[in-house]
């Protein structure tokens, strides 16, 4: 079974502090992607990494995939109190014999406060 | 980004009874989509992967029979909810993926309260 750690599970920051959540397996993904949950809403994507290394920026948003393509961050610089939500990672994979899927990590609570 | 539609947004049942919820892709053809369910607090757990035109495969521990799945068109999924019951309350979300591509888009969500 493939599982994603994702840390903190809650962070509540000040506005303009940096902050970083951690996706963490010890199972190998083809790609990893970052997604936002806002309440009662589906997850909207951030961005996609694919290769080994990768390090995408979004604004201020800046995200890595691990050289072993086993665990990822997300970095955001300033945070803003627009930032606040649920950050969730998702890793994909094939398993033996079927077709590919994604595996959630649980989820950060970001609250930015003014 | 593409757009995944899913229908109806809320939804309150009677103890069983069955709740049919659908979901689209509006802007592109979806050979794959696959639902999801999420409890208050918790991640995504994905029930089911739906392959157009082909029976839905379904993840270990979830009811085939319970959690009915139909894909028949390219831009079209279905999840019936049958006999519902109240520890079924959750909230439903499916996505979908355009072939050749490694991106999901999601639908808004289905809440689906049972009493």
């Known amino acids: 079974t493939q599982l994603l750690e994702q840390s903190p599970q809650f962070l509540s920051i000040q506005e303009g502090e940096n902050l970083t959540v951690y996706c963490n397996s010890s199972?190998?993904?083809?790609?990893l992607q970052w997604y936002r949950q806002e309440p009662g809403e589906g997850p909207v994507l951030l961005v996609t990494?694919?290769?080994?290394?990768e390090v995408k920026k979004l604004k201020r948003l800046t995200f890595q995939f691990g050289d072993a393509r086993k665990d990822s961050s997300l970095h955001i610089t300033a945070a803003q109190p627009g930032d606040t939500g649920l950050y969730l990672c998702?890793?994909?994979?094939?398993?033996?014999?079927?077709?590919?899927?994604?595996?959630f990590g649980k989820g950060t609570k970001l609250t930015v406060n003014p | 980004g593409a757009v995944v539609s899913q229908h109806p947004s809320r939804v309150i049942c009677k103890s069983g009874t069955s709740v049919k919820i659908e979901c689209r892709s509006l802007?592109?053809?979806?050979?794959?989509m696959f639902w999801y369910r999420q409890f208050p607090k918790q991640s995504l757990m994905l029930m089911a992967t739906?392959?157009?035109?082909?029976?839905?495969?379904?993840e270990q521990g979830v009811e085939k029979d319970k959690f009915l799945i139909n894909h028949a068109s390219l831009t079209l999924s279905t999840l019936t909810v049958t006999s519902a019951h109240p520890e079924d309350s959750s909230f439903y979300i499916c996505?979908?993926?355009?072939?050749?591509?490694?991106?999901?888009?999601f639908g808004q969500g289905t809440r689906l309260t049972v009493v």
């Open positions: 802007d592109f053809q979806a050979t794959t």
């Open positions: 996505s979908a993926r355009e072939t050749g591509y490694t991106e999901a888009f």
């Open positions: 990494v694919v290769t080994g290394g």
């Open positions: 199972s190998v993904f083809s790609s």
């Open positions: 739906s392959n157009e035109g082909s029976k839905a495969t379904y």
């Open positions: 998702a890793g994909e994979y094939r398993p033996q014999g079927g077709s590919e899927k994604l595996v």
